[in-house]
Nanobody, 121 residues
């Protein structure tokens, strides 16, 4: 069983910063990649940023230069540093991890429950 716990969401003013964290726990054998997604009301879920086990990163065009994804392999944790936040960044942010558990023979995706980020004055 794998569990993801996100933290760090909240209310912030435009131009402000937040740092999201997502920790994976349970029967983890190997992690392939992490991702942060977001879903605003009435919109589809979209990829915000991703990072592979090798450290390669990719970002949505809308957050390039403002958001930074990083990971701590020893803690099975991924972070999303969000700077220069805009009202359009308001959404529920979800953590995703692709990993191999001890009880499986293939890599699978797991999702957190989401953390709300609201950017408003």
């Amino acid at each position: 069983q794998v569990r993801l716990v996100e933290s760090g969401g909240g209310l912030v003013q435009p131009g402000g910063s937040l740092r999201l964290s997502c920790a994976a726990s349970g029967s983890i054998f190997s992690i392939n990649a992490w991702g942060w997604y977001r879903q605003a009301p009435g919109k589809q879920r979209e990829l915000v940023a991703g990072i592979t086990s090798a450290g390669s990163t990719n970002y949505a065009d809308s957050v390039k230069g403002r958001f930074t994804i990083s990971r701590d392999n020893a803690k099975n944790t991924v972070y999303l540093q969000m700077n220069s936040l805009k009202p359009e960044d308001t959404a529920t942010y979800y953590c995703n991890v692709n990993l191999l558990s001890h009880s499986s023979t293939r890599f699978m995706d797991y999702w957190g429950k989401g953390t709300l980020v609201t950017v408003s004055s």
